[in-house]
Nanobody, 114 residues
Framework: QVQLVESGGGLVQPGGSLRLSCAAS????????MSWHRQAPGKERELVAL???????NYANSVKGRFIISRDNAKNTVYLQMNSLKPEDTAIYYC????????WGQGTQVTVSS
């Protein structure tokens, strides 16, 4: 079955960087678009970044120029490089597989605080 396992979250100071990873299994990874979403306390989930099966990317305006989504089809892994982190980036970050049905990972907590 489809499994998405996120890692790399943690506590970081404002201005710092983190790289999230999402290890995927149970499907042909290279054939599907993948994305990262986040949910901050008291807020709805929002799309952060998406990468198509062909490698095209899209970003939320709030993270453009700071975050980079990438994928390694040989490792069945999608990444989110987060730079210049701000306190408002604090959220649970989820990896999502797109397709006829979407699948979500369990999430990884990112906290940006001094």
């Amino acid at each position: 079955q489809v499994q998405l396992v996120e890692s790399g979250g943690g506590l970081v100071q404002p201005g710092g960087s983190l790289r999230l990873s999402c290890a995927a299994s149970g499907f042909t990874f290279s054939n599907f678009a993948m994305s990262w979403h986040r949910q901050a306390p008291g807020k709805e989930r929002e799309l952060v970044a998406l990468i198509s099966d062909g490698g095209n990317t899209n970003y939320a305006n709030s993270v453009k120029g700071r975050f980079i989504i990438s994928r390694d089809n040989a490792k069945n892994t999608v990444y989110l490089q987060m730079n210049s982190l701000k306190p408002e980036d604090t959220a649970i970050y989820y990896c999502v597989k797109h397709g006829l049905r979407s699948y979500w990972g369990q999430g990884t907590q990112v906290t940006v605080s001094s």
